[in-house]
Each structure stands twice: as structure tokens, then as C-alpha cells.
């Protein structure tokens, strides 16, 4: 029994959910996504709530049902509040800086990594070494900043690198003589 699946699907002033031809729409303030629905899945949409329920107890059924109220809780909370990653540059001479609609960072190697800004995800810069990657779909949002920490992940030794904002490094002790 799913227990995330049972649960319904609270929906904010604003934002309304809409299910045709297998879809999933959800407009709000903040723009409009849209899902294709996993077979055996149906939607009961009421005014302020959204319940999801599933055909049969059959293991495809079962693991679909958490998976699209999952993603259909998401999609609720991205068009009304949005998401955000926030990543920590730190290396002496490790940078980045916005231009125009694409992201450049200096991060120790002969030449700057430049980013172009994923469709529906915005990235900031903030005092050269604070980066916050936005958007209202999280799986954009996130993967952005997963290939972002990728082109220099956080080194064991000195802590050098690129992380996730409060992130823990376990720093490793190095040669001793």
C-alpha cells in the first residue's frame, strides 16, 4: 500500500489542475506544466484537493501511484512557489558571473565553462562565488545545478570546488611525513 499515493494533493488559490487526453495540467501564478499520466492512474479533482487513485493493487500500479502524486505535488508547489538550488564556490580564483542568458564559470581550468540558461530555469549570481539556479519544474532546477557542481565537485583534500549550499565535505588528512 502506497502511503505517499493516499495522500491527497493540496491545491493553493491559483493554481488549477486539469486531466485530458492523458495529461496532466497544472496552470498557476507562476507558469503552466504539464505530465503525461502513468496507465491505471486516475485523478479525483475536487475545488482545494487533488486525490490520486490507481486501477488495481498490481505492482506496475502500485509503483506508479506514489510516483505521480509525487510529481503531481511538485507541479503544484513549482507554479505556485517555485524551486530553488543554491551552490558555494570555493578555490582561490574560482568564480562565476552571468552574461546575457548564459552563466560563466572560472573554476582553475585553462578556459571558462560557459552555460546556456535551460529552458524555464534561471541562474544567479551573487558576490562571484553564490550561485542559485531557479525554476518552477525541479527536475530542471535540479539537474541544472547537478551539471553545474559536475564540472568541479568539491575536493577531498582542500575542499576546493563546487557544492550545494551547506553541504558537508569530510576532508581527508593528506600525506604525513
Given at each position: 500500500?502506497?502511503r505517499?499515493?493516499?495522500?491527497?494533493?493540496?491545491v493553493?488559490n491559483?493554481?488549477?489542475?486539469?486531466?485530458?487526453d492523458?495529461?496532466?495540467?497544472?496552470?498557476?501564478?507562476?507558469?503552466?506544466?504539464?505530465?503525461k499520466?502513468?496507465?491505471?492512474?486516475?485523478?479525483?479533482?475536487?475545488?482545494?484537493?487533488?486525490?490520486v487513485?490507481?486501477?488495481?493493487?498490481?505492482?506496475?500500479?502500485?509503483?506508479?501511484?506514489?510516483?505521480?502524486?509525487?510529481?503531481?505535488?511538485?507541479?503544484?508547489i513549482?507554479?505556485?512557489?517555485?524551486?530553488?538550488?543554491?551552490?558555494?564556490?570555493?578555490?582561490?580564483?574560482?568564480?562565476?558571473?552571468?552574461q546575457?542568458?548564459?552563466?560563466?564559470?572560472?573554476?582553475?581550468?585553462?578556459?571558462?565553462?560557459?552555460?546556456?540558461f535551460?529552458?524555464?530555469?534561471?541562474?544567479?549570481?551573487?558576490?562571484?562565488?553564490?550561485?542559485?539556479?531557479?525554476?518552477?519544474?525541479?527536475?530542471?532546477?535540479?539537474?541544472c545545478?547537478?551539471?553545474?557542481?559536475?564540472?568541479?565537485?568539491?575536493?577531498?583534500?582542500?575542499?576546493?570546488?563546487?557544492?550545494?549550499?551547506g553541504e558537508?565535505?569530510?576532508?581527508?588528512?593528506?600525506?604525513?611525513?
Amino acid at each position: 500500500m502506497s502511503r505517499i499515493g493516499n495522500k491527497p494533493v493540496a491545491v493553493p488559490n491559483g493554481v488549477t489542475v486539469s486531466v485530458g487526453d492523458n495529461l496532466l495540467v497544472v496552470k498557476g501564478p507562476k507558469g503552466q506544466l504539464q505530465q503525461k499520466i502513468a496507465q491505471g492512474i486516475t485523478f479525483d479533482i475536487q475545488s482545494d484537493v487533488v486525490a490520486v487513485n490507481r486501477a488495481n493493487d498490481s505492482k506496475p500500479f502500485r509503483a506508479n501511484h506514489g510516483l505521480m502524486r509525487a510529481l503531481l505535488n511538485n507541479m503544484v508547489i513549482g507554479v505556485s512557489k517555485g524551486f530553488e538550488r543554491k551552490l558555494e564556490i570555493n578555490g582561490v580564483g574560482y568564480k562565476a558571473a552571468v552574461q546575457g542568458n548564459k552563466a560563466v564559470f572560472n573554476l582553475g581550468f585553462s578556459h571558462p565553462i560557459e552555460v546556456p540558461f535551460p529552458e524555464g530555469v534561471t541562474i544567479a549570481v551573487d558576490k562571484n562565488t553564490f550561485v542559485t539556479v531557479s525554476g518552477i519544474d525541479k527536475e530542471k532546477v535540479g539537474q541544472c545545478a547537478a551539471e553545474i557542481r559536475g564540472f568541479r565537485p568539491p575536493d577531498s583534500y582542500k575542499g576546493k570546488g563546487v557544492r550545494y549550499e551547506g553541504e558537508y565535505v569530510p576532508l581527508k588528512a593528506g600525506k604525513s611525513a
